[in-house]
């Protein structure tokens, strides 16, 4: 069976503004996170850049996608990093965090179960935290030694 170019123009026409819309609402949300940059960020990147060991990046499902993106990044610009799968931290991965290392936690809640286990151990090693989370008032922020604001109000798939 075949389908004409024409019968494929109503499903074009939703494909193209359906795209049109999520880069809108993806644009919107960047130049809001805008004025959020302060001190914070500006700390954390020179936390970073201070950091003697590895900057150890962790999340969990859709947040631990991009840290694991988050630390390839920093590897190609030179910076030591690795991705360390929370819920392997609490089964014995822990052992290869330092004290000279930094971890970046990012969990838009805050909240991640598995984030939150492991933060007696950081604690107890006392090495520097920088969270990305869209809760500052969660727990994951509050124990960060800096929280990114990583706050939105729509996903651009919703």
Known sequence: MT???ADLR???????????????????????????INDNFFNA?????????S???????????IARKLSATLMSTGTPAFYLHPAEAIHG??????KDDTIIARSYSGET???????P???????????????????????????LNAHITQEACL
């Open 3 to 5: 389908t004409k170019s």
């Open 113 to 119: 179960t598995e984030i939150i286990n492991i933060l």
């Open 121 to 147: 151990t950081i604690k107890q090693i006392n090495i520097a935290l920088i969270s990305i989370c869209g809760n500052p008032l969660s727990t994951l922020a509050r124990f960060a030694t800096y929280n």
């Open 45 to 53: 990147v020179e936390l970073i850049l201070q950091t003697k060991g």
């Open 55 to 65: 900057v150890i990046v962790t999340g969990m499902g859709k947040p631990g996608y």
């Open 93 to 98: 991965d822990l052992s290869c965090i330092t």
């Open 10 to 36: 109503p499903v074009q026409s939703e494909t193209l503004k359906l795209a049109k819309q999520v880069l809108r609402q993806e644009a919107s949300a960047i130049m809001a996170i805008v004025s959020t």
